[in-house]
């Protein structure tokens, strides 16, 4: 079993910054590690995921360049930096964990966090 609790969401401007962190207990080690987020109305989308490994990461093409992933294994957390955030970026963002390679597929995930949100004005 694995457990996740996101934070760090909330209001920017475009152009501004936030960290997501994504909080897990349990054994996490042994799986990939993605977020994606849902905007108002739309599906689910994959933005980025840590491979099974950790050795490999993959971003959709619409963050490539502005978001980037990184990890604190010692604390069990994994980080999405947003930067040149953009309105269409306003959505909630989930993390989950998969038993997968890395997977970009919601269903591909086992584990899912509750989500925060982020809103990015104009």
């Known amino acids: 079993q694995v457990q996740l609790v996101e934070s760090g969401g909330g209001l920017v401007q475009a152009g501004g910054s936030l960290r997501l962190s994504c909080a897990a207990s349990?054994?996490?080690?042994?799986?990939?590690m993605g977020w994606f987020r849902q905007p108002p109305g739309k599906e689910r989308e994959f933005v980025a995921t840590y491979s099974r490994t950790g050795a490999s990461t993959r971003y959709a093409d619409s963050v490539k360049g502005r978001f980037t992933l990184s990890r604190d294994n010692a604390k069990n957390t994994v980080y999405l930096q947003m930067n040149s955030l953009k309105p269409e970026d306003t959505a909630v963002y989930y993390c989950a964990a998969s038993t997968g390679f890395a997977p970009v597929l919601p269903p591909n995930y086992d584990y899912w966090g509750q989500g925060t949100q982020v809103t990015v004005s104009s």
């Open positions: 349990g054994r996490t080690f042994s799986y990939a």
